[in-house]
């Protein structure tokens, strides 16, 4: 993913998707409780704001990050649900013209970063085209949770390949998290696309391999399903310890989902 100029564009698009599905809800549809425990469609798009903000100053101003980081120091099993809780307390219209307000200003902030330049997050420094890239990941996660939440369905894109690339990458971080050493050695990873392509990460031929839908890898990195609810097979116990484990985004070690019927 080194051309932030191709990752900017399709976040802004995965963004619009999901600004099509809240765009013209009622009052009590944003209050809707979505598949995240205690959380309204108005706390997804509420966070997606937050993190848009706390990217902007990771990007502009890295001392006023740094003090966020504090933060999040300070609370952080809590910090991520006080966001979330503070901007869904907002009239609709305000917090929905906050979150379009706030990832134009990234998006612009993104596009002027000089290549090569990396700033600081909640996990490893980023640069442009890594911090887009975990932008749209989260904003399709949220975007799911909202789906749910609605009864919609969402026919999956070439976009999920963002997703795909950073839940290979964020491998070791899911072991980091919990305190917990990652294998030494580098996992095969085959999904199959929603056209039908094949994606590959990893080396052919590594012991430990995961293979199956790109849907259900996406979902489950993202933690929006439990590992016994998808299609993927993985060879080899390091591999298979890993999908109940897998984390894509930054932070505190996620929860994950419950199995269906649970």
């Keep these: 993913m080194s051309d932030p100029v191709v990752v900017l564009d399709d976040l802004r698009a995965e963004s619009d998707e999901v600004d099509l599905l809240v765009g013209e809800l009622s009052q009590e549809q944003w209050g809707a409780p979505t598949p995240a425990p205690g959380w309204t469609v108005a706390h997804q798009i509420a966070h997606l704001a937050w993190?848009?903000?706390?990217?902007?100053?990771?990007?502009?101003?890295?001392?006023?990050?740094?003090a966020e980081t504090a933060k999040a120091l300070a609370a952080p099993d809590r910090f991520v649900d006080e966001g979330a809780e503070e901007g869904a307390k907002l009239p609709p219209a305000e917090l929905l013209a906050r979150w379009r307000e706030g990832r134009e200003q990234l998006q612009e902030a993104l596009r002027a970063v000089p290549p090569g330049v990396r700033f600081p997050w909640y996990g490893p420094p980023m640069s442009a085209s890594a911090m887009a890239t975990a932008r749209l990941m989260e904003t399709w996660a949220h975007g799911q949770d909202i789906a749910d939440a609605l009864g919609v369905v969402r026919v999956p894109n070439a976009r999920?390949?963002?997703?795909?690339?950073?839940?290979?990458?964020?491998r070791d971080y899911a072991y980091l998290v919990r305190g917990l050493p990652a294998p030494a050695a580098p996992f095969r990873v085959e999904l199959v696309a929603p056209d039908g392509q094949v994606w590959v990460y990893g080396p052919e031929g590594a012991a430990q391999?995961?293979?199956?839908?790109?849907?259900?890898?996406?979902?489950?990195?993202?933690?929006?399903?439990?590992?016994?609810?998808?299609?993927?097979?993985?060879?080899?116990?390091?591999a298979e310890h890993w999908l109940t484990i897998a984390q894509a985004f930054a932070g505190p070690a996620g929860p994950g989902r419950a199995p269906e019927g649970s």
Excluded: M, Y
Excluded at 160 to 170: F, S
């Design 160 to 170: 999920l390949r963002h997703v795909a690339w950073i839940g290979h990458r964020a």
């Design 209 to 238: 391999k995961v293979t199956g839908p790109a849907l259900d890898f996406c979902l489950l990195v993202t933690q929006r399903v439990h590992r016994d609810d998808t299609a993927l097979v993985a060879e080899g116990p390091d």
């Design 51 to 66: 993190t848009d903000r706390a990217a902007l100053l990771a990007a502009t101003d890295a001392e006023a990050f740094a």
